[in-house]
């Protein structure tokens, strides 16, 4: 074997093993991918709610297709109160907690056609409904963006500030919501965390 020969051996074998690493890691971190019709990278089947359970009259339209969830939608919300619908990805068994402590956020690749959206951290803790959660602050230029939402940054809306423990995740939700009436049309590429 030459010298030039075993270099282009140690390139390649190194080239494989940070592909291999890159998978690895992205793969411990991956949520959904929206490859699956039904079911998320963690093995739960996905969940959509609205606020039609509230009084609301919201109407979406949900699709999981060449991995690429479209939401789209009117919101109608219930009086007094803000109109929503969710997409809802467990983390584990129903009960049970997933340790995302490891992690410092929630990453999505997203486009926004219109509309407004967050993304909730939703934990054992809070007995309320009132999740930490952060808007997705991107333009609705048709463009998909890759987002992060910090943990130390998410809020709950109505409740006392408490931080969050990201120890006692159950699953994480994609929000459309507005006040009034409004129009909703998002996609999602993937989430995981980060």
């Given amino acids: 074997m030459t010298f030039k020969h075993f270099i282009e051996v140690v390139k390649l074998t190194l080239l ?3 592909s291999h690493a890159t998978w690895a890691e992205e793969s411990q971190t991956l949520v959904d991918d929206f490859n699956s019709p039904s079911h998320n990278n963690m093995g739960f089947e996905r969940l ?3 606020d039609t359970s509230a009084g609301g009259k919201t109407k979406t339209q949900i699709s999981v297709n060449n991995g690429l969830l479209s939401a789209k939608g009117d919101i109608v919300p219930p009086r007094g109160q803000p109109g929503w619908a969710s997409s809802v990805l467990p983390l584990n068994e129903f009960g049970k907690q997933l340790d995302a402590s490891q992690y410092q956020g929630i990453v999505l690749k997203v486009k926004i056609n219109q509309g407004m959206l967050s993304v909730s951290a939703n934990s054992s803790a809070i007995d ?3 999740y930490h959660a952060l808007p997705v602050m991107i333009k609705a230029d048709g463009q998909f963006h890759t987002v992060k939402l910090p943990f130390k940054d998410m809020k709950r809306a109505w409740s006392a500030q408490t931080p969050l423990d990201p120890k006692t995740l159950n699953s994480l939700s994609i929000v459309a ?3 009034q009436q409004a129009k909703f049309d998002y996609q999602i590429d993937e989430i995981g965390f980060y």
Avoid: A, E, T, V
């Fill in 128 to 130: 309320n409904y009132d």
């Fill in 177 to 179: 919501f507005s006040l």
């Fill in 48 to 50: 959509f709610i609205d």
């Fill in 16 to 18: 494989i093993s940070f």
